[in-house]
């Protein structure tokens, strides 16, 4: 280590301790309660069946109680040390920070997207991993493991980047499939625009999907239900519709700094007594729009914010 790499170790804060130790699971204070549906969850079952099958992969971290020397608070890894109890396992391997603040943790973790469940996997097979053993890890059968290697076989690349860390359900991909590459990328496009990754919308673009740009060209296309006239309107809506999000994307970046500066132009004028005391004698709906502006906790829509 040179000297100047010695001075930038002596400013900057180290986030967890050089080394972990190793604790008394009974001996961790929680920072926060466990629903009581938690323990009948999906999820629950997942890390239990993962910590039986392979151990615990991510260790909690914790940190020193200033006030009770000896004493550890956890902060990430509630739900492991509630299954690690539950499996009679005493002690832990455990991370130590130098900050007590628990928002900084689970707060900031983005969960893992199929794509990347789907690479995982793919990793894991690849280096020997038996698919048996995987499905007991995940807690599912081995049908559905193989169901996740294919995945993406069909899907172009293009598709596959746009969607690598959306919560796309891997049924969507299966519709996916059913198109033609370009057809594909729009597809995904107007899953993320609209922030809807559901199979019934997947569903939908498909159904509003000219017959030229499916996969299997040749073969009609029969959807319940739907004569050939409602999904000639059903294509023309679509097409609408893609253009329109387009034509918003290109100006929302623009009508959002807008937004924030009359936000804030608004809020100080607010804040001026004399005429805050002209409006409510001469304009009170004005009054009364503006302090909802003012007010407002964010510009973004709700699903945005």
């Known amino acids: 280590m040179t000297r100047k790499d010695r001075r930038l170790s002596d400013v900057v804060a180290h986030a ?22 938690t323990k009948s969850s999906k999820k629950y079952q997942q890390i239990t ?47 130590v920070s130098t900050d007590d603040e628990a928002f900084t943790y689970n707060k900031r973790i983005s969960p893992l997207s199929p794509v990347q469940e789907h690479k995982m996997i793919r990793r894991a097979i690849e280096r020997g991993v038996p698919e048996e053993k995987i499905a007991k890890a995940l807690d599912i059968n081995p049908q559905s493991v193989r169901r996740k290697v294919r995945m993406l076989n069909g899907i172009c690349d293009e598709t596959v980047a746009i969607l690598k860390d959306k919560p796309c359900p891997m049924a969507v991909f299966e519709i996916l499939r059913k198109m033609k590459p370009l057809r594909q990328l729009e597809a995904a496009e107007l899953l993320v625009n609209a922030n809807n990754y559901s199979v019934a919308y997947a569903s939908a673009i498909l159904a509003g999907t000219p017959q030229t740009q499916l996969a299997e060209g040749s073969e009609p296309k029969r959807i319940k239900g739907i004569t050939p006239e409602a999904m000639a309107r059903m294509e023309s809506e679509l097409a609408r519709l893609q253009e329109s999000i387009t034509s918003i994307q290109e100006t929302y970046g623009q009508d959002h700094l807008h937004l924030t500066v009359v936000k804030g132009y608004l809020a100080k004028l607010l804040g001026n007594g004399r005429v805050v005391r002209y409006l ?18 964010s510009t973004l829509p709700p699903e945005a914010a």
């Open 280 to 297: 409510m004698q001469h304009r009170p709906e004005f009054l009364t729009e503006f302090q909802a502006i003012a007010d407002m906790t």
């Open 16 to 37: 967890f301790e050089d080394d972990c130790v190793t604790l008394s699971v009974d001996a961790l204070l929680p920072v926060r309660v466990l629903r009581t549906a």
């Open 49 to 95: 069946a993962s910590i039986r099958e392979v151990g615990l992969v991510e260790p909690p971290v914790v940190a020193r109680d200033p006030a009770n020397p000896g004493t550890f608070l956890l902060l990430d890894g509630h739900v492991r040390i509630e299954v690690l109890k539950d499996l009679g396992i005493e002690q832990v391997e455990c991370l």
